[in-house]
């Protein structure tokens, strides 16, 4: 069975300074890894998706990821956060035989200090 | 914004209570899939439906319950309502085959 493990349940970064949350999927085949952002009262938008080809996926507002299959991660980064990017996120892995069904890991919250 | 809109945003339910949430998916979108996020939690996959049909269903009771129209827009229905059912439920469209889905804002219920 699949599963999605975030280990960070809570981070807080200073404005300006690097962010990286962590994600380690379990997943039987290739994995469709993907990262979503939920800003408070919002749904779910995507950053970035994996499927294969280039480990490291560049997606919006200036986020990149790296897939590791030898330590079955997906981590998410970004070089200089900014205030607006305090929220929660979500790694996911896909269902390749099913479009749009995912396993959700349990979000990690980011907090941004001046 | 994605196209998806969902209806209606907040409601509370007495427990016992029937709710039909109600999502229209985004333009040329044929697959719609329903998430329930308790706080705090990830989103947790309820049911998809593919050409007004049921195409997979999470660990989910039957009083869980969903439709497809279609135009493709979809209803989620939730019978004899318990505490534990108060969350935020999210419906994704995506187009079949394609890698992407595209979230609503959700509809936040609250059963008390």
């Known amino acids: 069975a699949q599963s999605v493990t975030q280990p960070d349940i809570h981070i807080t970064v200073s404005e300006g300074a690097s962010l990286e949350l962590r994600c380690n999927y379990s997943?039987?085949?290739?994995?469709?890894l993907f990262w979503y952002v939920q800003s408070p009262g919002q749904g779910l938008q995507l950053l970035l998706k994996?499927?294969?080809?280039?480990?490291l996926v560049q997606g919006i507002k200036g986020f990149e990821a790296e897939f590791k299959r030898s330590q079955s991660s997906f981590n998410l980064r970004k070089p200089s956060v900014h205030w607006s990017d305090a929220a929660e996120y979500f790694c996911?892995?896909?269902?390749?035989?099913?479009?749009?069904?995912?396993?959700f890991g349990a979000g990690t919250q980011v907090v941004v200090t001046p | 914004e994605t196209g998806v809109t969902q209806s209606p945003t907040h409601l509370i339910k007495t427990r016992g209570q029937q709710v039909t949430l109600r999502c229209s998916s985004q333009s040329g979108h044929n697959t719609v899939s329903w998430y329930q996020q308790a706080l705090g939690q990830g989103p947790q996959f309820i049911f998809q439906?593919?050409?007004?049909?049921?195409?997979g269903r999470g660990n989910f009771p039957p009083r869980f319950s969903g439709l497809q129209f279609p135009n493709y827009s979809s209803e989620l229905n939730v019978n004899a309502l318990e505490l534990d059912d108060s969350a935020l439920y999210l419906c994704?469209?995506?187009?079949?085959?394609?890698?992407?889905?595209?979230f609503g804002q959700g509809t936040r219920l609250t059963v008390v």
């Open positions: 994704a469209s995506s187009l079949w085959g394609s890698t992407e889905a595209f």
């Open positions: 439906y593919y050409r007004e049909e049921e195409n």
């Open positions: 996911a892995v896909g269902d390749g035989d099913s479009w749009g069904k995912f396993q």
């Open positions: 997943y039987g085949a290739t994995p469709y």
């Open positions: 994996y499927f294969s080809g280039d480990t």
